[in-house]
């Protein structure tokens, strides 16, 4: 069965179970990933037609969670933000400082994909001197398949893309296809199938001090986006910190979370009282404590502190901080400013990619991140992004193909950060 031959009176009401049941937007993962997914599955099931695809979908509840599987892209590494777990480690030093409580500490991971994401978490705290005992990182995934993976805790040479590689000696075993990670630091893991859509969230689960829910909103309607969020709100404590992906922030309400910079990652902390406060909203809001500018004033005024070189590196971190507090419009501004201003930057042009993609632009992002490697082949991030929004395109050959690219960059050295 030929995924073009599935036709849309199949399509459009799997979508439509998609979105109710997991909250998916099937569209953002790319025209073709929806009909080439139910393709495979009827192909695996021996299924004569897509119709029939839909009448077992609909009737075994088993069905959902295997096609779920391959639609959603568990793309992740260990230390893949290592910005975050800094911010991470200096919040819960802080906290141990000024607290007497004898709890663990509780973290929440979800979606935890393969299990990198939470094992990173683990690795941080246990080299900042916790102990596996004083930790709990609940890893919860809607997929089945990934949370077997991640209770295996074997990983191959893939999982291990971090500049830095001498964890791996320290918390895992070599084996014969990879490496299995040490008891020590599974320990504190505790994996549990979860859909962070369901309207009963919040009474499934204990409060946690913290939240890691990167790049999961991204994939999501408005109206799950907030019912995630205000699930998110309920199990997190007063004080808590949320982390998402920097292209999300701008769907968080100031209202619910406060924003604050911590080690250059944005720490979204949970407002102590909810009182007069509706449902988020599904909407940016100027979450950032930094002063609003314009992109032209930016430029002028950095080109009169230093060089034209230093003075593109500070409006392009000022771009940076505005795009991950949720600011993509006028981070989107500072770049073009810049752009049109200075003429080609690699570095520009990928922070516009990524503000595009926040956005819901992908094929103009997708553009901006090739123009980035064409002034700047050595452009790391640039590499791993267009792979990432190669895959969701469905395009698995060039995904690999960017993903070997940026392996070879790293090993040799020549690749920018």
């Not at 995630?228 to 949320?242: E, P, T």
């Not at 809001?285 to 070189?309: G, H, K, M, N």
């Not at 960017?402 to 950060?417: D, I, T, W």
Request: charged share 25%.
């Amino acid at each position: 069965m030929k995924a073009c031959s599935i036709a849309s009176s199949v399509i459009h009401p799997i979508e439509e179970l998609l979105a109710r049941r997991v909250g998916l937007d099937a569209k953002s993962l790319g025209p073709q990933a929806l009909k080439r997914a139910v393709a495979q599955r009827a192909k695996t099931l021996s299924l004569p037609s897509p119709q029939a695809y839909w009448d077992r979908l609909r009737a075994d509840p088993r069905e959902l969670p295997a096609l779920v599987d391959l639609l959603v892209v568990p793309e992740t590494w260990f230390l893949r933000e290592p910005e975050a777990l800094t911010a991470l480690v200096r919040e819960v030093e802080v906290r141990r400082d000024h607290s007497t409580a004898t709890s663990k500490l509780r973290i929440l991971s979800a979606p935890c994909a393969t299990g990198e994401e939470p094992l990173s978490i683990v690795i941080a705290l246990l080299d900042a001197g916790w102990s596996s005992d004083s930790i709990e990182v609940v890893a919860g995934d809607i997929s089945e398949r990934n949370l077997a993976k991640a209770a295996s805790g074997c990983y191959q040479a893939n999982s291990f893309r971090s500049r830095e590689l001498g964890f791996r000696n320290r918390y895992f075993e070599p084996g014969p296809t990879g490496f299995r990670a040490q008891a020590r630091l599974m320990r504190p893991i505790r994996l549990d199938v979860m859909n962070l859509v369901t309207r009963d969230f919040g009474a499934l689960h204990e409060p946690f001090d913290f939240i890691f829910c990167r790049n999961l909103l991204i994939y999501l309607h408005p109206e799950a986006r907030r019912h995630v969020l205000d699930n998110l709100f309920s199990v997190l404590r007063d004080g808590g910190g949320l982390f998402v992906g920097a292209a999300e922030c701008g769907y968080l309400s100031r209202q619910l979370f406060q924003s604050e910079q911590v080690n250059g990652s944005f720490v979204f902390r949970k407002r102590a009282s909810r009182a007069g406060v509706g449902r988020l909203r599904d909407q940016a809001d100027p979450l950032s404590p930094i002063a609003p500018a314009t992109p032209d004033r930016l430029v002028s005024e950095a080109s009169q502190r230093a060089p034209i070189a230093a003075g593109n590196k500070t409006v392009l971190e000022r771009a940076r901080q505005l795009a991950d507090a949720g600011s993509l419009s006028e981070a989107a501004g500072i770049c073009e400013a810049l752009l049109r201003n200075e003429g080609g930057s690699a570095e520009a042009l990928y922070l516009l990619g990524v503000v595009r993609d926040a956005e819901g632009s992908p094929r103009e992002a997708e553009a901006l991140y090739r123009k980035a490697l064409y002034l700047d082949p050595g452009c790391y991030e640039a590499i791993l992004q267009l792979s990432l929004n190669r895959e969701r395109g469905g395009d698995a050959r060039e995904a690999r193909m960017l993903h070997e690219r940026a392996r070879r960059l790293k090993a040799s050295g020549e690749s920018q950060p």
